[in-house]
């Protein structure tokens, strides 16, 4: 490939992971190395292109597309790199530019420190040296990856920047801290939410009251999105977003714990993120002190799960949806609309008779406006006694869930002992296996047979064991749970109509039984309200 005249491009590339190799791949060693090369051999340079902090596994690099367009357009037919690396370590597009491309185009490509050059012919030597560097990177992404997840493991968090309501501690690396500047933002959004705000609804909250948004208050801070901020009107400080609120309402963040690996890359290779499965993710414990505390942000979680709609049916809000359930087969209650009377009303109904008849369950019903009635009348009732004896009505309250918690929490702790004295069982079995395979008293297909089986069970004896805990300590909490509940229905003054948001704080769920006609003519039907934190109480 005999050039007459060497346009050349001074091709340097460094990754990221390529800067632990110290000054011998910078920028600049790159840069001496190849001016050294042209002088020495009175080369043309067009121009210098360099990716700096560009992986060299894929080749979507800006400086690179630029080259290559160069190259296009006949202002380059020379690309000098200080060795093969530089130009990339892919194997399979490596091969495609050297022996494929530059032939097409009559490009020279010359790589100074390992002597290849095309216009000489390059060593048969290259494929492998191809093939290395891509070993090379796959190597390094496994070791980063190992490292990272012993980091991780260790309490240690990696960020850009700090999550709203914290920021980086001062006295240990890696490490969040409370910001106190900041954490009240936070506080208000899981307030807003404890009493049955969706994050639509917090959304315009925050911008009603002009709260300003993470992003904004980096840029005051640390002058970072100047792009976004620096001459944007003032509105744009407090611009919330609904996917903004809800991220910080499913984050663990707040509660103490780091999560990891919400997102990867497809391959060593391929940089496109995609989301993980939450099962996949790694989530590390008390890695720093909490902002909101474990039962309030559970609560969260559970209120998100449960949202009901506000939207309008047939001009008629559910406010009720994915509330009301049948009391016999616990089936949710559809809403729906009877049109074949004089005087048209909107009522719920079993949706699993509505589905499969009276084989599976019976047509139970209730009309709207009478369930709206009866839930509003009791939740003015509960308001009345929190303001007329508030002491009254929490005793009667903890007798309640004391009485109801008894024999669950007996049963419970019987299962809790159950699987601990199974799990201690598990693990002196696992000892003497070991025992005996090392003894040679068993094979090794029988060893990792048995050690498998036990392995899985232990896991899920520990799964078992941790979830009785969390329940028993659940039913311990009656007290705190009833008083939260206090505090909350204080809250409202006077409740003269009822709203999703007003559902959503108060109330877990309604069960509905069958109407039962008696002999004097007359219809009773029975409906249990579940209120949140405390369960039922009449």
Known sequence: MKQLNNNTALYMRLSRDDENFGDSVSIETQRTILNQFVKENGLHVVDEYVDDGYSGTNFERPAFKRMIEDVEAGRVNCIITKDLSRFGREHIMMGYYLEFYFVDKNVRYIAVSEGEDTEKGLSDFVPFKNLFNEWFAKDTSRKIKTCMNAKFLAGERTFAYAPLGYKRDEHTKNKLAIDDETKWIIEKIYSYALLGNGANRITKMLIAEKIPTPGYINFKRNGTFANIYADAPPEKSYAWTIAQVKSILKDETYIGNTVHYRETNVSYKNKHRVRKDKSEWLIVKGTHEGIISYDDFSTVQQMIATRRRTNSFDGTNQIFAGLVKCADCRWSMSYSHNTS???????????????????????????????????????????????????????????????????????????????????????????????????????????????????????????????LKKELALIKSNETNAEKWLTLIKQYDDISELTAPLLNALIEKIAVHQAVKKDDGTTEQEVEIYYRFIGKID
């Open 341 to 467: 009377v004089k005087v048209p009303y909107y009522y719920y109904k079993c949706s699993r008779y509505s589905l499969y008849g009276k084989k599976h369950c019976t047509n139970h019903h209730i009309r709207y406006d009478t369930l709206y009635a009866y839930v509003l009348s009791r939740l003015q009732f509960w308001v009345g006694q929190a303001k007329t004896d508030e002491e009254k009505l929490l005793k009667k309250m903890l007798a309640v869930t004391e009485k109801e918690s008894v024999n669950t929490h007996k049963k419970q702790d019987n299962a809790l002992k159950a699987a601990e004295k199974r799990k201690k069982e598990i693990d002196g079995l696992f000892v003497r296996l070991y025992e005996d395979f090392v003894a040679e008293r068993i094979t090794e297909y029988n060893f990792n047979m048995l050690s498998g089986k036990y392995q899985t069970e232990q896991a899920e004896l520990e799964q078992t064991i941790d979830g």
